[in-house]
């Protein structure tokens, strides 16, 4: 039901950088925790980052430092500004949007952005 468009993926040389959004469609935006997930060919996916609705955020400790996530809750936009890139970065990354009503969860997912980071 809620849609999430993102952007910014890329090809960059190791130690570039580039900025994700995630534009989602409600204006309910401010009431869910956010987060980018990134999944490798042959890998799971995994956190990256997460933002509260309130701006706190947590950080897998490979990207702690690198990246910063960060909410616009008036435009109803996740970004995630990504520096000193590294091959191991190399993945799509998937916008997520999680609410939590009467003990149910309820996630939401964008299409995902390809980072390709070469060497």
């Known amino acids: 039901q809620v849609q999430l468009v993102e952007s910014g993926g890329g090809l960059v040389q190791a130690g570039g950088s580039l900025r994700l959004s995630c534009v989602a469609s409600?204006?309910?935006?401010?009431?869910?925790?956010m987060g980018w997930y990134r999944q490798a060919p042959g890998n799971q996916r995994e956190l990256a980052a997460t933002?509260?609705?309130?701006?706190?955020?947590t950080y897998e400790d490979s990207v702690k430092g690198r990246f910063t996530i960060s909410r616009d809750n008036d435009k109803n936009t996740l970004y995630m500004q990504m520096n000193s890139l590294r091959p191991e970065d190399t993945a799509v990354y998937y916008c997520?949007?999680?609410?939590?009503?009467?003990?149910?969860?309820?996630?939401?997912w964008g299409q995902g952005t390809q980072v390709t980071v070469s060497s």
């Open positions: 409600r204006d309910i935006f401010g009431l869910y925790i």
């Open positions: 933002i509260t609705p309130n701006g706190r955020t």
């Open positions: 997520n949007a999680r609410r939590y009503i009467g003990g149910l969860r309820y996630d939401y």
